[in-house]
């Protein structure tokens, strides 16, 4: 058995320290900061799989996110059945949009490609707040609480285990980009398409398989969320804020990394609610101020260390490493 | 093994290939030389899939592979390197090496050793832990010969591998791509340095404006007229060289 690297080291005690939270601790707004760090970190590495190791980056996987939610809340609220049926519905109907965004990833590079996914998760987002006759429009769409696992009506403890499920899965996902044929494929196309051609890789197929198991992944994410946060509207989850955070806690954690994406969720979420709580609100007299405390912590990440804090671990270790030689 | 048969390139009114027809052997080394422009770097993307060609044929080990994208060309066998490096700049050169080596070796382990191997082969040993980006311009060429060779290709296209090199390193690829060919490997070379092709190709094709204008054998190639009007300038003296 080879020893443990650093990073799987930090892997494991934050999933761990994830798992025995709710043995320790019964405070809801705990609980619900945890719950939240795992499933937008989950997210984030939904949209490393295309973002970060096949290097497609997207601004608008809130689309795949949007589809997913819609998918259970309405299958919930509109035909009373399980959400988990909404869920596998909301993943394929990402699984052949994620096609199609990828179909374009073969037409458009770098930031046409970004701005593309932009404007496709906007289409989604003034049709379902148009539809009304389906999709209740921008009222949006309560979910009914139903108490139990296929209705997925659960405290907040499951809640946590189920999220730390498909944060795992999505962390177990990364590891086997990282070692195996495929996510070496996938470098070889992120890094250059024309080389990767010429050594025999399948550039434009494996884009969009990228794509398309990102988008799978993220509207599951969604429709986890729709069933937890109990309420859909089409402003926020289709919302470039959305897309946004994806990326960035991906950005600022370490892209193509497996770990990067949650340790940015962790920062990302916590800096977020804690500045909302201390700074917000008419009290505090500075109303939006914790909008501008995060802006600059998020220059100053983007300054000190542009590829992410896997990046500054690695120059660290690289320093230390030289300094024994 | 490769046929070429009057193979056309056009980009919109400028003919960049023009009619060239081409006749490659199992064991070859073929040198094609010509000035700037003459259509080299475009034959060699046509014969590797990256341009579809507006006319003619090209035939790779019995497989018409006219238009087929490139990386099933490379799957048969028939591989390239780049004029201008295009090493995957992030990663190491083992995981350079080794993504070539996948292609034919599913097994990320048994791809590894196979990197391991076509590295020491092309004397990149002592930097297969530095990033692709990092290394100096002699050792980005090697490391593009050594990628493409890693996909174990039974012909290669090497385009300009020796440009810019000085004479230590240029020695050493010349050496480099001697063993290559040795070990079976069919070789078509694109190359400026006349010395040097000179001494490693069996024969030679000119190209200029686009269109195969002299074959020979280095001799004929050297005391070839239009050769020296249109490239050369004066007879190559190979015993000089």
Known sequence: MSRLAPDRWVALVVFGAAAVTPLLIRDTFILDSVILILLWGALSGAWNVAGGYAGQVSLGHAAFFGIGAYAAALMSARYGQSPW????????????????IGYLSNRLKGPYFALSTIAFAEVLKIVASRWRGFTAGS???????????????LGHVAWLYLI???????????????????????????????????????TRRRKVQAIVVSAALTSACGSLWAQYVGFVDPSHVFSIDLSVRFALNAIIGGMGTALGPFLGSILITSLETYLRATFSGIKAGFT???????????????????EGLTGIAARLRARSVGAHA | MLTLESVTKRFGGLTAVRAVSLEVRAGDLLGIIGPNGAGKTTLFNVISGYYRPEEGRVRFDGHDVTGLPAHEISRLGLTRTFQIVKPFGNLSVADNVMIGALTRLPRVRDARVEAERVIALCGLGPHARARARALPIALRKRLEVARALATRPRLLLLDEVMAGLNPAELAGIVDLVRRIHGEGVTLIVIEHIMAAMMRLAQRIVMLHHGEKIAEGTPQTIAHDRRVIDAYLGEEFNLAEA
């Open chain 1, 164 to 202: 730390l499920v498909l944060a795992l899965l999505c962390y177990a996902l990364q590891i086997y980009l990282e070692r195996s044929r495929v996510g070496y494929q996938l470098a070889g196309v992120r890094e250059d398409e024309d080389a990767a051609e010429a050594l025999g890789i399948a």
């Open chain 1, 288 to 306: 939006g101020i914790y909008l501008i405390i995060y802006g600059v912590v998020l220059i100053l990440i983007v300054r000190f260390a542009p």
């Open chain 1, 139 to 153: 009222e949006g769409v309560p979910v009914p609480f139903r108490p139990g696992f296929w209705t997925l009506g």
């Open chain 1, 85 to 100: 049926l909404g869920l596998a519905a909301g993943v394929l109907l990402s699984i052949g949009a994620g096609a199609m």
